[in-house]
């Protein structure tokens, strides 16, 4: 769950950036570029994180703050569900990862299947928009909405790739130990849920 003093940071980030993005009183510039340091001095005393390294991804962002995007692809095979291995961790997630820029939503999922797993798959529909703050995963620096779209499994075979080691399909009673910065076994649940069903209600916050 999110915990305050990441929260805190957080909103005197957004607050900075946008003060950045749109003021033009050199000393209302400084004294947001004072915030920006103030927040991402917070992070690094209540984190393992190094002070230059979160100063670069704050200082990186530009314009009015927003949350980053994270785009699961939720691929049943029967009552499986796919997973892959991530390489970072040594943990299953589903596969997905950042949403870039110039595809939609179900584009990145899909490329994201094919990329990390090798299966080629088709969207169906978005099961979930979830807020990262809301759920029990460790902190994180950015705050991060996640999208989980179903797709439909129509080809391809296993095939790790550079981020992942392995590939499998897990029932909801057999999971493999879960990279818990990507997915949650009460997420996870929630999905097997929706398998099967042809009207479910999106899943959101």
């Not at 209540?46 to 927003?66: A, D, M, P, R």
């Not at 049943?76 to 970072?88: A, P």
């Not at 090798?118 to 029990?136: E, Q, S």
């Not at 999208?147 to 909801?172: H, Q, R, W, Y």
Request: proline share 5%; hydrophobic share 35%.
């Amino acid at each position: 769950m999110s915990l305050k003093w990441l929260e805190w940071a957080q909103q005197i980030q957004a607050i900075s950036q946008s003060g950045l993005a749109y003021s033009k009183d050199v000393y209302d510039i400084e004294r947001f570029k004072e915030l920006r340091e103030l927040s991402a001095e917070i992070v690094a005393e209540f984190s393992n994180k190094n002070l230059e390294e979160v100063k670069k991804v704050f200082i990186n962002e530009e314009g009015y703050q927003t949350p980053k995007v994270d785009i699961r692809a939720v691929v049943f095979k029967e009552d499986k569900i796919l997973m892959v291995k991530e390489k970072s961790d040594n943990c299953w997630t589903l596969p997905g990862g950042w949403a870039d820029i110039g595809l939609s939503p179900s584009q990145n999922a899909v490329k994201e299947v094919e990329e990390e797993s090798g299966y080629i798959v088709k969207p169906k529909r978005v099961l979930a928009v979830l807020d990262r703050n809301m759920h029990p995963h460790p902190p994180n620096i950015h705050h991060i909405y996640k999208l989980f779209i179903e797709c439909e499994l129509i080809g391809g075979t296993p095939k790790p790739s550079v981020e992942t080691s392995d590939v499998g399909f897990f029932s909801k009673d057999s999971l493999p130990p879960l990279s818990i910065g990507r997915i949650t076994e009460a997420q996870l649940q929630k999905l097997f849920e929706c398998n099967g069903k042809e009207n479910v209600e999106v899943l959101f916050d």
